[in-house]
C-alpha cells in the first residue's frame, strides 16, 4: 500500500474491485514474483493510478486475519511526491483530499487506527481480526522513525 502526501494532502483510491471494492483506501496490491514489497507498492500504484510515486519510505506493516481463513500481509509506504497525474483506471477512482478530512467512514475500520499515527511520521506494526467487514480486535505497536 502507498500513500502520497502531499501540500496538505493524501492521494486515497475508491477500489472499483477486489477485496474492498467500493471502499476508500490507498493503492496497493499484491507482490509478483521477483518483486520487493516497495517495487509493487510503485507498480501497483502506477497501474492503479497511473503515476509514479517518488522517494517512498516504508512506515508499517499491516496483518490481517479473516474468519473464514483468509490472511493478508501488507507493507504500507508514504512518498511525499509524484510525477504525472492520477486518473481514474479500471481498478481505482484517485480521491485527493485535505489530511484534515480523511473519509475514515469510507474506509476499512483498522485504517483509522494505524494512519493518523503514519501521517504524523511513525512507524508500526499492526494485526487485525476481521469477520468480513468487520474488525473483531486490534493491535498496534508504534516506533518512532
Not at 503515476?51 to 517512498?56: F, Q, T, V, Y
Not at 509524484?82 to 477512482?93: H, K, L, M, P, R
Not at 473519509?103 to 494485526?127: K, Q
Amino acid at each position: 500500500m502507498l500513500f502520497v502526501v502531499k501540500d496538505g494532502q493524501i492521494l486515497l483510491i475508491r477500489k472499483k474491485r477486489g477485496l474492498g471494492a467500493g471502499k476508500i483506501n490507498g493503492p496497493g496490491g499484491r507482490i509478483e514474483p521477483g518483486e520487493s514489497p516497495l517495487e509493487a507498492a510503485v507498480r501497483e500504484t502506477r497501474e492503479e493510478l497511473g503515476i509514479e510515486a517518488l522517494s517512498p519510505k516504508l512506515h508499517g506493516e499491516l496483518h490481517f486475519q479473516f474468519v473464514d481463513g483468509y490472511s493478508l500481509h501488507c507493507s504500507v509506504f508514504v512518498s511525499p511526491d509524484c510525477t504525472g497525474d492520477a486518473v481514474e483506471t479500471d481498478e481505482a477512482i484517485p480521491l485527493w483530499t485535505p489530511l484534515d478530512a480523511i473519509p475514515y467512514h469510507e474506509m476499512w475500520e483498522d485504517d483509522a487506527r494505524w494512519l493518523p499515527g503514519v501521517l504524523e511520521g511513525r512507524s508500526f506494526c499492526g494485526h487485525f481480526h476481521f469477520d468480513g467487514d468487520k474488525m473483531l480486535s486490534h493491535s498496534v505497536e508504534w516506533e518512532t522513525l
